[in-house]
């Protein structure tokens, strides 16, 4: 049995009145490596109904309204979104049962990304140390920080460079993030209310879920899924820095990816281009280095895969930013993917899963995934 929790409020939730879960249609979540989560709700809209008469005017479906989301399945609770509403629409229709209430909205990084910040000095802290600063600005919010220290330290003397915040803070952690060949985001749970502000190398690590089946007769869990190799996905990336003795320039070696991304395939797609990183060359050699490193890291995927499942069928939730094992697809596309993207569909009596998922290359490591 699945059952779905709805909560509401400003800035603390609590559950919403049985009248509004009861008019809810459907509940959409999307969570995207690399992305912000986003949602999406649909309420009937009758005209006498408690939504109509006095929630709606009374703003409680208005922008910055915090909405979190949980199911239970098998007696585990999971928390798929806690959010901010960004944006409602309003269907009014003359046929009973037609009208319609949709709100947007995406996940607590939009209220981190609502105030820029210009000059905010960081004197003799590096990117690891920023980030934690930053994310215990929202602790209000049941936000705890996660961070993983940068692989290459970049902690400047104040005598040499003092750096500073440019633009909102979700710009900046996205910014950062980005220059060492990391992610950032929000994981919602364990419980409702809190969230886990996660700065470090995507998980590529761990207990794999259970298998995706495919072509398996009886033991499928899906009835089709789609796979691509794109060949021109994966780039080599030249940067050169400056030795200051000297003012000649050298080029950086390319370092390994598998630092940060384990691999999980055994032909590797071989990088076809070459990427002259701009701007290295007045960077000292660690803040260099690892933007080549984030360079490599970013292109590294080249094979993706895609496809539909039901839960109930399945057994399991798809959990989003985990490995997963795929069997039935043949020697070339079997193995362990990384779980790109999941849209959670929910209305009564149905919940579907979109996923992508991705690797860097073909043909697994290990012949055999956890089933």
């Known amino acids: 049995m699945i059952r779905m929790t709805l909560l509401m409020g400003p800035q603390i939730v609590a559950p919403a009145p049985q009248e509004v879960t009861d008019a809810l249609l459907s509940a959409q979540v999307t969570v995207t490596a690399g992305q912000r989560?986003?949602?999406?709700l649909s309420f009937d809209l009758s005209r006498n109904g408690l939504i109509n008469r006095s929630l709606l005017p009374g703003g409680q479906f208005d922008p910055q309204v915090r909405i979190v989301l949980t199911v239970s399945f098998k007696g585990t609770r999971t928390v798929l979104m806690d959010g901010i509403i960004t944006r409602q629409e309003v269907g009014v229709s003359g046929v009973p049962?037609?009208?319609?209430?949709?709100?947007?909205?995406?996940?607590?990084?939009?209220?981190?990304?609502?105030?820029?910040?210009?000059?905010?000095?960081?004197?003799?802290?590096?990117?690891a140390a920023r980030v934690a600063a930053i994310i215990s600005r929202y602790a209000h919010y049941g936000i705890t920080p996660l961070v993983i220290p940068e692989l290459i330290p970049q902690t400047p003397m104040p005598t040499q460079r003092i750096d500073f915040q440019k633009g909102t803070d979700l710009a900046y952690l996205n910014e950062l993030?980005?220059?060492?060949?990391?992610?950032?985001?929000?994981?919602?749970?364990?419980?409702?209310?809190?969230?886990?502000g996660y700065w470090g190398p995507e998980v590529r690590l761990g207990e794999?879920?259970?298998?995706?089946?495919?072509?398996?007769?009886h033991l499928s869990?899906?009835?089709?899924?789609?796979?691509?190799?794109?060949?021109?996905?994966?780039?080599?990336?030249?940067?050169?820095v400056q030795i200051p003795t000297t003012r000649t320039d050298v080029l950086l070696p390319v370092p390994e990816v598998s630092v940060l991304r384990p691999p999980l395939a055994r032909r590797p797609a071989p990088a076809l281009k070459k990427k002259v990183i701009d701007d290295t060359a007045k960077k000292d050699a660690?803040?260099?280095?690892?933007?080549?490193?984030?360079?490599?890291?970013?292109?590294?995927?080249?094979?993706?895969?895609?496809?539909?499942?039901?839960?109930?069928?399945?057994?399991?939730?798809?959990?989003?930013?985990e490995l997963v094992g795929v069997r039935g697809s043949g020697i070339t596309y079997d193995g362990l993917y990384y779980v790109k993207s999941v849209t959670h569909n929910l209305q009564r009596g149905s919940y579907t899963q979109n996923f992508t998922l991705a690797r860097e290359g073909l043909i697994a490591l290990h012949p055999t995934v956890v089933p």
């Open 286 to 321: 660690a803040q260099a280095f690892a933007e080549t490193l984030a360079k490599v890291v970013e292109s590294s995927d080249a094979v993706s895969g895609s496809g539909q499942l039901d839960v109930v069928r399945y057994g399991h939730i798809l959990r989003p930013r």
């Open 37 to 40: 989560s986003g949602f999406q």
């Open 208 to 217: 794999p879920q259970h298998a995706i089946n495919v072509n398996m007769d």
């Open 97 to 127: 049962g037609q009208s319609t209430l949709t709100v947007t909205g995406e996940d607590l990084t939009v209220l981190m990304d609502l105030e820029e910040r210009e000059g905010v000095p960081f004197p003799a802290m590096g990117p």
């Open 177 to 196: 993030a980005k220059a060492n060949g990391y992610v950032f985001y929000l994981e919602p749970g364990p419980v409702p209310g809190v969230s886990r």
């Open 221 to 240: 869990t899906v009835d089709q899924l789609t796979f691509g190799f794109d060949g021109a996905a994966r780039e080599q990336p030249v940067a050169r």
